[in-house]
């Protein structure tokens, strides 16, 4: 059934609802603006994120309180060396009849909080990998369906790499964004430790539920794009490939690997979706730019030149911007 009028009427929604989350959120997290918009593009456009930053910067924090103001279920692994795949995806045991019965594990939830992700073993990470892709998980020969809307939510912490694994190419893939979270400003942060020592409770109101953000997300997938966005984002992630025929004169000097075809499906995806929640109806190159930087941050190897000549992922995006 659906629940607007008509697709226009959808979309203000969509502008709407997302205005409504942003301030419920800032009841919670102080400044991190950047950081919520795109947690919240990632959500509008089904896919997942990847939050990177030094601890104390309320990773964890900004994830619980979007599932609070989110009508969804919500389930937070934490990511050790000795965590097994069974106990992310859940395993068969025996009941009292000795018949085998399939118990769900965590990631049986709408939203997913993969909390220092890079903590476990290669074998442990890929127990993911079925689940963010297929959105279902296989148990002994049977699959089971995850709920939707299904959505992982990653933290890293890039400075400790003691007893850390790093990620594979594959998984990075697969998250849609790499957003990098810096310090709070000073004008924030005398507001962050005025809140969080004075034990004031804010009470978060629930903004979206499951069956709305699934209309909203299929909406946004039908969003008419204009060829010469879609051309602009697919020469973009080509200019990423060095040594190709669009390759851009800095890939070829600092980079080893490029984007690939998925990078450019989420840059149209993240621009139709940037575009609908700041009120428009069609993206345009802008929408692309916006949403750039942590698409393809993850997606681009650096050589030894660039590594030499410390020459950072997001100033060669730039560049290529």
């Not at 000795?82 to 769900?104: A, H």
């Not at 069956?211 to 984002?233: G, M, P, S, W």
């Amino acid at each position: 059934m659906q629940p607007f009028q008509s697709d226009v009427e959808a979309a203000d929604a969509i502008a709407a609802s997302y205005q409504k989350l942003r301030k419920e959120i800032s009841k919670v997290i102080i400044g991190q603006d950047e950081t919520v918009r795109l947690l919240l593009t990632s959500i509008f456009s089904q896919g997942h994120c990847l939050l990177v930053g030094v601890p104390g910067l309320a990773k964890t924090l900004l994830v619980q309180t979007l599932a609070s103001v989110l009508d969804l279920s919500f389930n937070r692994i934490q990511f050790t060396p000795d965590l097994m795949p069974s106990d992310i995806t859940g395993s068969e045991t025996l009941d009292k009849d000795r018949n085998f019965q399939f118990v769900q594990g965590p990631v049986f939830a709408n939203i997913v909080l993969a909390d220092e992700i890079n903590r476990t073993p290669p074998k442990t990470q890929a127990a993911l990998l079925e689940a963010m892709q297929e959105y279902a998980v296989t148990i002994a020969g049977k699959k089971y369906p995850l709920p939707k809307p299904f959505f992982v939510l990653a933290t890293q912490n890039p400075i400790e790499q003691e007893g850390t694994y790093p990620l594979p190419e594959a998984q990075l893939d697969r998250f849609m964004f790499n957003v990098t979270l810096g310090y709070p400003s000073y004008q924030d942060e005398v507001q962050v430790v005025k809140n969080t020592t004075s034990g004031q409770k804010f009470e978060l109101e629930k903004v979206l539920d499951g069956q709305t953000l699934i209309y909203f997300q299929q909406l946004i997938r039908k969003v008419i794009v204009a060829d010469n966005v879609v051309e602009y984002a697919v020469k973009l992630v080509h200019k990423t490939r060095p040594h190709t025929e669009n390759a851009a004169k800095e890939a070829n000097q600092y980079l080893e690997w490029g984007a690939g075809p998925r990078a450019s499906q989420y840059l149209i995806v993240g621009a139709k979706c940037n575009a609908l929640l700041n009120g428009k109806y069609s993206p345009d190159i802008e929408d692309v730019k916006a949403v750039a930087k942590p698409i393809l941050r993850h997606r681009i190897i650096r050589n030894f030149r660039a590594e030499a000549e410390r020459v950072s992922v997001d100033s060669l995006i730039e560049k290529l911007l």
